[in-house]
């Protein structure tokens, strides 16, 4: 008999998404004269730029001669484009990473994710609350959970860190020990930071107890605010302790062509039951050829083409301009009388919801008299209750009658 793993069954139905566009599609078919604007998910809308565009045909062109064809690449990436990452996302920064401790990857969602496959099932999880869901669902399917308790829509071996306004959106240590901790800054869904001397208390944490910090910095390239850290190992220390993520998709467009990185340093060690420290680059190599045989190569030219002088240029129109629909949305907000936060460093603005409502009835008030969509907080885990999330990945001009009905809703 097949067994299968019950994990799975501890998982709770991922209602946010689909209980989202459930309400829209209702709507709109009850209301088929109404426009209803979308500031929901988290997809960009604008084209990929002509640099990675023209670096993709390229490709194309030439793994169709007997010289150019490739076949099967390094599972790790090539290096053209590991030595690039190195080059720019961290020499600029005066960070030294080595090109083999680096891994190219299909996806930051894959790696947050798949990264729970190197480490043993007794560690203590911390995560951030409200979060970016993969981390805790992927944990859940590891065992390493605990129950659910639908109470308090929480796990019980799960360590939450709530991140709300109260604690200015800065997670504060946890009170019992944690071995594997979770972060992601610019913070989805909340659009907030934090500084090079907070992250250092989680470093000095994590060298103290011997935790791994598992740092998400897929939205880094959004970030204005010139103090702020692009990368965890801004800070001193965090080689020896942090594997970072980081992705194409939001920096890119590269939702749909699918390219991104993990960097894990040789000098971060993972612990066997006898105490012997063991490189965790080395058990991600070898999960990465077990498992993984490579990103395109034609996805990797065009990566390697968002590092070009063209490829800058037009990448940060595209950052540009979402951030700009970002300065809208924050700005209508706060007129309209919100208390807004996010969206300065990150595509994301995080607005609390009148007193005395939900998040999912402010978004029913919100899809039924202004037709617009945004997200609950409460979606992304219980400290999220009382949020609500808007996207600045829409168009211009959407964002902006959007913004206008709030406006003229909340004032009229
Ligand atoms: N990490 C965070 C925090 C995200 O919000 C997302 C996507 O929304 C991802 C990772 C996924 O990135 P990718 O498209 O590279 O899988």
């Known amino acids: ?14 209602y946010l998404f689909s209980t989202v566009a459930k309400k829209v599609a209702k709507y709109t078919e009850e209301n088929p004269d109404k426009k209803v604007i979308k500031l929901g998910i988290g997809d960009v809308t604008r084209p990929i730029v002509p640099a990675c565009i023209e670096a993709m045909h390229k490709a194309v062109d030439e793994i169709g001669t007997e010289e150019g064809f490739k076949g099967y690449g390094p599972e790790q990436g090539y290096e053209f484009l590991r030595n690039a990452i190195v080059e720019n996302d961290y020499k600029t920064r005066g960070i030294e990473i080595k090109p083999d401790e680096i891994f190219v ?3 930051a969602k894959c790696d947050c994710g798949n990264i729970v496959d190197i480490f043993a099932k007794e560690n203590k999880v911390a995560i951030t609350d409200p979060v970016y869901p993969v981390y805790l669902d992927t944990n859940v399917m590891s065992g390493r959970s605990g129950k659910y308790n639908k109470e308090t829509d929480t796990y019980e071996n799960i360590v939450y860190l709530p991140v709300t306004a109260e604690n200015n959106f800065k997670p504060e240590l946890p009170k019992e020990k944690v071995d594997l901790i979770y972060l992601c800054f610019p913070n989805n869904p909340t659009g907030t930071v934090l500084t090079k001397e907070d992250l250092k208390v989680w470093v ?18 959004f970030i204005t605010e010139k103090e702020i850290p692009h990368s965890i190992y801004e800070v001193e220390g965090a080689k020896d302790v942090a594997i970072e993520f980081k992705s194409y998709s939001k920096t890119a467009g590269f939702t749909g062509v699918r390219c991104a990185y993990v960097v894990i340093p040789k000098t971060v060690k993972g612990y066997t039951n006898t105490g012997e420290a063991v490189e965790l680059n080395k058990l991600w190599n070898r999960r990465t050829c077990t498992k993984f045989n490579g990103v395109s190569y034609i996805v990797q030219r065009a990566a390697e083409a968002t590092y070009t002088e063209e490829g800058q240029k037009q990448i940060q129109e595209n950052i540009n301009y979402y951030m700009n629909n970002a300065k809208i949305i924050k700005q209508g907000l706060e007129e309209a009388g919100f208390t807004v936060y996010g969206g300065v460093n990150s595509p994301y603005v995080w607005l609390k919801v009148p007193e005395g409502i939900t998040s999912w009835e402010f978004f029913d008030k919100l899809l039924e008299e202004v037709n617009v969509v945004g997200t609950p907080g409460s979606g992304f885990g219980p400290h999220g209750e009382g949020y609500f999330r808007l996207t600045a990945f829409g168009t211009k001009e959407n964002t902006e009658k959007a913004i206008e009905r709030i406006k003229n809703w909340k004032n009229g």
């Open 105 to 107: 990857s299909d996806g």
């Open 204 to 221: 000095d944490y994590a060298k103290e107890n011997n935790s791994i910090i598992l740092y998400d910095s897929a939205y880094e390239r």
């Open 1 to 14: 008999m097949s067994k299968i793993n019950e994990n799975f069954l501890n998982l709770q139905e991922s």
